[in-house]
């Protein structure tokens, strides 16, 4: 009776065992339930939250995602510092464009974005940092399947991994995490919403629509603070070992520029404008180079150079000497402290 007894425990725990190996997916399991999502799934919509540990303090932003399949996508950044409106990346059929819809400011790039590095808030450049990795690690925890892979971030050696988490009812990303060399998050991206079925406008991705979501609202009054408005100056918080050692203010035909040279481990130059409201609709400046996300704000990189724009400023960062690692990293240091 005894010896009968044990080898009903042991049928049935062994039973448990193969319900509960059954049931849990495996590495393969999950990437192809992925790619499967990705290829019947007609667009989507998501919403999230972007923090970016620059080694000052945390900033936030806000990160708006339209993707209407096959190649049009819709990216929208803001953050409540910048009271000059949001910037969007946009590609439509006429190309890739970075928009800066209250200035009516625009940039149109030669590149194949977002195909051409990873984008930690897009569903596509997830999916396929995982189908590259062949040495990509995978986890499960009660809530997500979690992968560990390699980046490719062109402009960029200095974050050569990042952590995907993924809803294990929905296979949607909930969080990305993007890591150094020693494995520490920079960069973080929560999503808070997710919609699989979206509804879009026929004209939701063309550019005349996107550039008109701001600017009549901020032309209204930007004739009657011109005359308050003052010129703030914005210092980067990290010099890679130089230091300012000539500063110029210039009168310009639309208004004030500052020019900063800094001199010391790697000199580089800084020039700061105050960026006019164009009233009418330009065609876009051509970029030869490529989008970098400063965070603050999204940049265009060409050779040795960094333009961007933020809260009504124009940037523009130049440097023989620095990498092009080492441009983005004082790029995004570019905020917060100001001498007015």
């Known amino acids: 009776m005894k010896k009968m007894f044990g080898i009903w425990v042991v049928v049935v725990f062994g039973f448990i065992f193969i319900l509960s190996a059954c049931g849990e997916q495996s590495q393969e399991d999950v990437v192809e339930k992925l790619e499967s999502n990705l290829e019947s799934m007609n667009g989507y919509k998501a919403r999230a939250e972007m923090t970016m540990n620059t080694g000052q303090e945390d900033q936030k932003y806000s990160i708006d995602v339209w993707h209407k399949k ?19 990346i946009l590609k439509n059929e006429d190309g890739v464009f970075v928009l800066s819809p209250a200035l009516n400011k625009s940039f149109k790039f030669q590149e194949e974005w977002p195909e051409n590095g990873s984008q930690p808030y897009l569903y596509q450049s997830l999916v396929n940092d995982i189908l590259k990795d062949n040495e990509a690690e995978f986890d499960i925890s009660e809530d997500h399947y979690i992968f560990e892979t390699k980046t490719n971030y062109q402009s960029n050696n200095n974050l050569p991994y990042q952590e995907v988490y993924f809803d294990k009812k929905s296979y949607t990303p909930v969080m990305v995490k993007v890591l150094d060399k020693d494995r520490n998050a920079l960069v973080q991206v929560n999503f808070s919403e997710y919609n699989t ?76 404008e105050k960026q006019e409201v164009v009233q009418t609709l330009s065609s876009p400046q051509m970029v030869d180079g490529e989008i970098v996300n400063l965070g603050h704000a999204i940049g265009a990189l060409s050779d040795n150079t960094i333009e961007w724009t933020n809260n009504g400023m124009n940037f523009i960062l130049a440097s023989e000497e620095l990498t092009r690692e080492e441009l983005i990293e004082v790029a995004q240091s570019v905020q917060g402290k100001e001498v007015k």
């Open 197 to 272: 079925d979206p509804t879009f406008e026929d004209d939701d991705f063309t550019m005349e629509k996107n550039m008109n979501s701001e600017s009549a609202d901020t032309s209204v009054s930007s004739d009657a603070e011109a005359e308050t408005d003052t010129f703030s100056v914005v210092y980067p918080q990290n010099m890679k070992g130089s230091e300012l050692v000539e500063e110029t203010q210039l009168d310009t035909a639309n208004g004030e520029r500052v020019i900063m040279t800094f001199s010391g481990d790697k000199s580089f130059t800084l020039v700061e």
């Open 70 to 88: 096959k190649d049009f996508y819709r990216v929208e950044l803001s953050n409540n510092q910048d009271e000059e409106g949001s910037q969007i």
